[in-house]
């Protein structure tokens, strides 16, 4: 999944019909101090996930796109200012989902509207739902409507999407399914510019329900992909009591963060500790939680360091590392080479690999780096964040370069006789 671009009609105090378009690789966000950069790195991390739960009581308004393997998606989705009385509820047993009560309704109008492209011969789905009802059209046809009374933000977009899809034709709705499968799990969080993620490491409790031989997460995961299985390999082979220890060793997992983050400091060996918080079993399956992670690194004299005993930019290392074990597809990270190494800087970026990312750093290291090969992909890969007065109101403005820009500063970045960081100064991105 890639996003390509973004339309913020309304947001906070960003500029209304603010446009931007994104690269399927490395994004960065340029600006200075107080211009918010950390504003659309959480914006991004909503979109990207899909969640606007936590925007339910403001008022916005959003347009984004979405590619993925086979199937466009461009979503709207906005929460404005109601036109009209609120209708009554639908009756109970036609309800899709479970009634809210009046709340706010009368205040503010949440409205999705989901446009599928499937490729050839794939048909063309539309979804548009609001307060009071959902509808669908393949090909412009109408598939089907349902009268309800829920709060769409309540739920992310891949959730509507699931369950009033159910009603769809099957050969329409398999494809859903799979676009579901594929996404409802990715929900990159902001790797922040402190160490946010690395006590959220400390904090993370994880759940597993078995059936048979399929397994489910309880929620939302924040674990390293490889790692529910090895989890629940272990349990099943050392058979811990609730309370007991798992140790996962560095070389176990190739290309692990673990195994990464020791390769990196010149640890001879590290060890990561997940306690077994709770193991239930019953007929056709069971239930493990897991939870109170640590770590042990053991330096080339002997000594050993838990995680408490690290570095400040030792913990942002091992947790973007973790971070990145976490995300397969996206990252979104504020202020990445605070505190790192330039080696350790060079490493981050390395890892990138084909991640889609959204950057920002007010340190030049970070665009030592950093490919540029076509302006295109400058226009593309760049974000600068200003603030602008309109109308006695300060508004915050984000736009990618001008073509003219771009041209401009690849030209004089072919050169290759001025480092990027100054180059970005020179022609007012950074």
């Given at each position: 999944m890639?996003?390509?671009?973004?339309?913020i009609?309304?947001?906070?105090?960003?500029?209304?019909?603010?446009g931007?378009?994104?690269?399927?690789?490395?994004n960065?966000?340029?600006?200075?101090?107080?211009?918010?950069?950390?504003?659309?790195l959480?914006?991004?991390?909503?979109?990207?996930?899909?969640?606007?739960?936590?925007?339910?009581?403001?008022?916005?308004?959003?347009?984004?796109?979405?590619?993925?393997?086979?199937?466009?998606?461009?979503?709207?989705?906005?929460n404005t200012?109601?036109?009209?009385?609120?209708?009554?509820?639908?009756?109970?047993?036609?309800?899709?989902?479970?009634?809210?009560?009046?709340?706010?309704?009368?205040?503010?109008e949440?409205?999705?509207?989901?446009?599928?492209?499937?490729?050839?011969?794939?048909p063309?789905?539309?979804?548009?739902?609001?307060?009071?009802?959902?509808?669908?059209?393949?090909?412009?046809?109408?598939?089907?409507?349902?009268?309800?009374?829920?709060?769409?933000l309540?739920?992310t977009?891949?959730?509507?999407?699931?369950?009033?899809?159910?009603?769809?034709?099957?050969?329409?709705?398999e494809?859903?399914?799979?676009?579901?499968?594929?996404?409802?799990?990715?929900?990159?969080?902001?790797?922040?510019?402190?160490?946010?993620?690395?006590?959220?490491?400390?904090?993370?409790?994880?759940?597993?329900?078995?059936?048979?031989?399929?397994?489910?997460p309880?929620?939302?995961?924040?674990l390293?992909?490889?790692?529910p299985?090895?989890?629940?390999?272990?349990?099943?082979?050392?058979?811990?009591?609730?309370?007991?220890?798992?140790?996962?060793?560095?070389?176990?997992?190739?290309?692990?963060?673990?195994?990464?983050?020791v390769?990196l400091?010149?640890f001879?060996?590290?060890?990561?500790?997940?306690e077994?918080?709770?193991?239930?079993?019953?007929?056709?399956?069971?239930?493990?939680?897991f939870?109170?992670?640590?770590?042990?690194?053991?330096?080339?004299?002997?000594?050993?360091?838990?995680?408490?005993?690290?570095?400040h930019?030792?913990?942002?290392?091992l947790?973007?590392?973790?971070?990145?074990?976490?995300?397969?597809?996206?990252?979104?990270a504020?202020?990445?080479?605070?505190?790192?190494?330039?080696?350790?800087?060079?490493?981050?970026?390395r890892?990138?690999?084909?991640?889609?990312s959204?950057?920002?750093?007010?340190?030049?290291?970070?665009?030592?780096?950093?490919?540029?090969?076509?302006?295109?992909?400058?226009?593309?890969?760049?974000?600068?964040?200003?603030?602008?007065?309109?109308?006695?109101?300060?508004w915050?403005?984000?736009?990618?370069?001008?073509?003219?820009?771009?041209?401009?500063?690849f030209?004089?970045?072919?050169?290759?006789d001025?480092?990027?960081?100054?180059l970005?100064?020179?022609?007012?991105?950074?």
């Amino acid at each position: 999944m890639k996003l390509t671009k973004l339309h913020i009609h309304g947001y906070r105090d960003v500029a209304p019909g603010t446009g931007l378009v994104f690269s399927p690789g490395l994004n960065l966000v340029l600006g200075e101090n107080g211009t918010g950069r950390t504003t659309l790195l959480d914006l991004l991390s909503r979109v990207l996930a899909a969640d606007f739960s936590g925007l339910i009581r403001e008022e916005f308004s959003l347009e984004y796109s979405l590619d993925f393997p086979g199937m466009d998606l461009h979503i709207t989705v906005r929460n404005t200012r109601a036109t009209g009385a609120a209708r009554p509820p639908s009756r109970e047993d036609s309800a899709l989902l479970l009634p809210r009560p009046l709340e706010a309704a009368a205040e503010l109008e949440p409205f999705m509207e989901l446009v599928l492209e499937l490729d050839a011969p794939g048909p063309r789905l539309v979804m548009r739902a609001d307060a009071t009802g959902v509808s669908w059209e393949v090909d412009g046809q109408p598939a089907y409507s349902q009268n309800m009374y829920w709060s769409l933000l309540d739920r992310t977009v891949w959730v509507v999407l699931f369950m009033t899809a159910q009603r769809l034709e099957p050969e329409v709705r398999e494809p859903l399914k799979e676009l579901l499968r594929r996404t409802f799990l990715l929900a990159p969080a902001r790797f922040d510019e402190a160490l946010g993620t690395y006590q959220q490491m400390g904090t993370t409790q994880y759940g597993m329900e078995m059936r048979g031989d399929e397994v489910f997460p309880l929620g939302l995961m924040w674990l390293p992909a490889w790692m529910p299985g090895l989890l629940r390999e272990r349990v099943a082979r050392e058979m811990p009591p609730p309370g007991g220890f798992l140790d996962i060793r560095h070389d176990e997992v190739e290309r692990s963060f673990l195994a990464r983050f020791v390769a990196l400091n010149g640890f001879t060996s590290g060890l990561f500790r997940v306690e077994l918080l709770d193991k239930r079993s019953y007929e056709g399956g069971g239930r493990l939680e897991f939870g109170r992670f640590g770590f042990r690194f053991t330096r080339r004299d002997g000594a050993v360091l838990t995680h408490e005993h690290l570095g400040h930019g030792q913990k942002r290392l091992l947790s973007f590392l973790y971070y990145l074990d976490v995300n397969g597809d996206f990252v979104i990270a504020d202020e990445l080479a605070n505190s790192l190494h330039p080696r350790h800087v060079e490493a981050c970026v390395r890892e990138l690999g084909r991640r889609q990312s959204f950057l920002t750093s007010q340190n030049p290291l970070l665009f030592e780096h950093v490919p540029l090969g076509s302006a295109s992909e400058v226009r593309a890969s760049l974000i600068h964040c200003g603030t602008e007065l309109r109308e006695g109101r300060e508004w915050k403005v984000y736009a990618n370069p001008s073509p003219e820009a771009a041209t401009r500063l690849f030209d004089a970045y072919q050169r290759g006789d001025t480092p990027l960081a100054t180059l970005l100064r020179t022609h007012g991105v950074w």
